[in-house]
């Protein structure tokens, strides 16, 4: 194997919902491969089919279940479901999809609210689509013992308001799928990556200037890359992301000490 | 018998958007091989069938997916049509074939927005062939993932734990 690379992976920010990683000793095209398989080609489950039994909102049927479709859901770890179109059933089973059913009605949700409410709309969110299969579920309505509570709290994704005597009754079916046939596969928010620029400042030519020029190079970049260590009035790159390199560059390459950045 | 035919369905669906027979002669290469170049028996015979794809336990035949053309005028060149691939892997095998000192050309292209396939021209220096190439780039590649995967899970093992040290040391 002889263009074997080891690529690096150095965790910067990780978090229940987010991680940035720098990624080294490798090929754009692997950077850029990542990206497009995790917005694009990770399977996930979204909502179908929809069978509307009734629905006397604003809403339309289509519009609905494209709204349903696009209510992202969270599996347990570990859970796999099979392909719709691999799995043996004939139309859809518990290995390869979930069942959803909402049934709201202004008249039953407003019927417990205080006077001055009575005639408010009802919301229907996504905290309203009971599963059949307690292992997936509307994102962010995890049991509450195995996510944290500020997550979990969540009061969902509003689908639609009912007004007075309005009723929406539906089935949903979620299936696997990928980003590539539609969207709302996508597992992803965000998914990008950028080049980090390598600043390197050069001590030798540093050590020639007086603490006033050290002062006007920190202060004169319009983008504050750098910054100055109060004691030892050492230059040093504080905001290495902001580097407007070309422009900063540019301005510098006026002046003399412009040499100070290899 | 339906098994097979139903594998040479989607090469034929697609072939009949072309109507010229270039790209005809191009998908039916890459399907079942009682389908002959120009055209489509609906009732291959018996011995068209390999004994395993006859066996009702076998697993069926699974769409085939690479195709290999070699280049009539240049030598050590040709092409490989990749069905249900795009830019993801077109730019990755490219990039990985272009590291091989003994790949003197490859490039890729997805010949047409809405056709799910991509080519992807490769010619070598003549050391060995372009199948030679492109298997050891997947192998380069295929190894580069799984150490990649490997780094990526211990990283974030590593930053849980630190994160775990800093909530219960504070
Ligand atoms: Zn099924």
Redesign the pocket.
């Known amino acids: 194997m002889p263009n074997l690379r080891a690529p690096q992976v150095e965790i910067v920010d990780l978090r229940e919902d987010f991680v940035e990683f720098v990624l080294s000793n490798t090929d754009t095209s692997v950077a850029n491969a990542l990206r497009r398989v995790m917005i694009a080609e990770v399977p996930t489950m979204a909502i179908d089919l929809v069978t509307i039994h009734d629905n006397s909102s604003v809403l339309q049927d289509e519009f609905l279940s494209h709204r349903l479709g696009l209510i992202p859901l969270a599996a347990d770890p570990g859970v796999q479901y ?1 392909y ?1 179109y691999d ?3 004939e139309d ?2 518990d ?3 979930a069942v959803f059913t909402l049934d709201v009605s202004w008249d039953k949700k407003a019927l417990g609210r205080p006077e001055h409410m009575q005639d408010q709309p009802v919301h229907v969110t996504s905290a309203d689509l009971v599963s059949s299969d307690p292992r997936l579920r509307a994102v962010h309505f995890a049991p509450s013992d195995q996510t944290n509570s500020d997550i979990s709290q969540d009061a969902g994704i509003i689908i639609a308001k009912l007004a007075k005597g309005q009723r929406m009754q539906l089935t949903a079916v979620a299936k696997k799928g990928i980003a590539k046939e539609h969207a709302k596969w996508s597992p992803v928010a965000v998914a990008t990556y950028k080049f980090e620029p390598v600043i390197e400042i050069n001590e030798e030519k540093e050590a020639l200037l007086t603490p006033e020029q050290k002062a006007e190079f920190v202060e004169i970049c319009p983008a504050k890359v750098y910054g100055r260590d109060e004691k030892s009035g050492t230059i040093f790159v504080e905001h290495r992301d902001m580097c407007m390199w070309r422009r900063t560059g540019r301005y510098l390459r006026r002046r003399w000490w412009s040499r100070l950045l290899r | 018998m339906g098994r097979g035919r139903l594998g040479s369905a989607g090469a034929t669906e697609a072939a009949s958007l072309f109507p010229f027979p270039f790209s005809k002669a191009l998908l039916s290469r890459s399907s079942s091989p009682f389908e002959s170049q120009w055209c489509t028996y609906p009732f291959p015979k018996e011995s068209d069938f390999r004994k395993e794809e006859l066996s009702i336990a076998a697993a069926p035949p699974r769409p085939r997916r690479l195709a290999y053309t070699p280049d009539t005028k240049i030598p050590h060149a040709g092409t490989f049509e990749i069905i249900k691939e795009d830019h993801t892997l077109g730019n990755l095998l490219r990039m990985q074939l272009l590291a091989d000192r003994q790949v003197r050309f490859a490039g890729y292209m997805q010949p047409h927005p809405l056709e799910n396939k991509i080519h992807i021209k490769v010619q070598t220096n003549g050391d060995n062939t372009p199948v030679d190439a492109l298997s050891a780039a997947t192998e380069d590649l295929s190894q580069e993932m799984e150490g990649l995967r490997e780094v990526f899970q211990e990283q974030v093992a590593a930053a849980k734990h630190a994160a775990e040290q800093e909530q219960f040391g504070s």
């Open positions: 099979e719709n799995c043996d059933c859809y089973c290995k390869c999809s």
